[in-house]
């Protein structure tokens, strides 16, 4: 495990890491010369959209959701990936079948705008098609986090509205986010819990939040949290597993006296809360919990698309 990491994103060192093939536009580059013009957009202005996929059984979970939140995020910055999707997903699969990667990877996606001719803002300032990377790594949670859960700041950092900047845009530019997660670091946290402009809460700074109370799943609605592939699909399976299930606003005072609450995301699935600003949740990995994280681990296998 990382020295310096803790929480959610926390992995289990791998070393067939350091000899992974990188996609770089389309070219495989060893890591270490696997890099990007300082004049690329992404670097500049953080200008571009970004996914983030999980690798399993020979498969890649629910590629289509994450393709089409691609084109989406893309479609609003205005901004020509430059490829369709089926031309995307054979990059993907080219470079999975050039690690011999099949299970146990996180990729991370990458699309630009491209290299600008001088550092500046403007999209007519870009000389070049998109610049588009696959980052693929061995990574796999660490499974004690699952037994004692994680714990949540509330930040001061708010989730802003769509007059700002859409939080279901998932763009390169995240330091609201960042901000986010510094100010937890700093309260000695795993994560932050943010909330909405009127205090009510929205979300976690790279994940998404749910509590349970009296057999109820709560979630924040979509306006200020990221159109999350992860969140959409609890939400589908207790829909299934007829476990009641509630978009809704909800304030701290909830949050405190709920009897289980979790957090959810690509990389790590369900992941169970076990405190939020010094108050401990009653249930870590309650019931409910373990029921969703069973439900859709199952559903996540149903949704691989094959390597070929």
Known sequence: MEDDAHGV?????DPRNADILVSVN????????????????????????????RVMDGGIAFLPEHLKRLWAGAKALDMDIGLTKEA?????TDCLKANGMEDGVHIRLMVTRGIKK?????PRFTITQPTIVIIPEYKSPVPEIVETGVTLFTVHVRRTGPAEQDQKLNSHSKLNCVLACIQADKAGADEALMLDPLGFVATCNSTHFFIVREGEV?????EYCLGGITRANIIKVCREAGIPVFEKR???????SADEAFITGTFAGVTPVREVDGRSIELI???????IREAYKALQARSLTPIA
């Open 88 to 92: 995307l997903t054979a990059r993907l």
């Open 218 to 222: 709560w979630t924040s609605p979509p």
């Open 285 to 291: 990995d309650g019931p409910v919990s373990q029921k």
């Open 9 to 13: 994103h926390d992995y289990l060192t």
């Open 250 to 256: 909800f304030s701290l005072f909830d949050v405190y």
């Open 118 to 122: 001088t550092p500046y803002q403007g």
């Open 26 to 53: 389309g070219e495989l580059k060893k890591r270490d010369e696997a890099v990007v013009s300082v004049f690329d957009s992404g670097y500049i202005l953080g200008d571009g959209v970004w996914e983030g996929l």
